[in-house]
Nanobody, 112 residues
Framework: QVQLVESGGGLVQSGGSLRLSCAAS????????MNWYRQAPGKQRDLVAI???????TYADSVKGRFTISRDNAKKTVYLQMNNLNPEDTAVYYC??????WGRGTQVTVSS
């Protein structure tokens, strides 16, 4: 069955960096578009970044220039490198792929 397992979250100071990972299994990873979403307390879940099977990327305006999504098809893993973090980036970060598969999420907390 499809599994998505996020890791790499934690507590970081404003201006710091984290790299999230999402290990995938149960489907042909290399051809699938993979997405990172985030959900802050009391807010809706928002799309953060997308990477297609061909490696094309798209970012939310709020993270452009700070976050980088990448993938390693051999490891069936998608990454989210997050730099220059600020408190507004505090959220649970989720990995997603179609049609509606989600990981459990990893908490990112940025202190000011």
């Amino acid at each position: 069955q499809v599994q998505l397992v996020e890791s790499g979250g934690g507590l970081v100071q404003s201006g710091g960096s984290l790299r999230l990972s999402c290990a995938a299994s149960g489907f042909i990873f290399s051809i699938k578009t993979m997405n990172w979403y985030r959900q802050a307390p009391g807010k809706q879940r928002d799309l953060v970044a997308i990477i297609t099977g061909g490696g094309s990327t798209t970012y939310a305006d709020s993270v452009k220039g700070r976050f980088t999504i990448s993938r390693d098809n051999a490891k069936k893993t998608v990454y989210l490198q997050m730099n220059n973090l600020n408190p507004e980036d505090t959220a649970v970060y989720y990995c997603n792929t179609s049609p509606n598969y989600w990981g459990r999420g990893t908490q990112v907390t940025v202190s000011s």
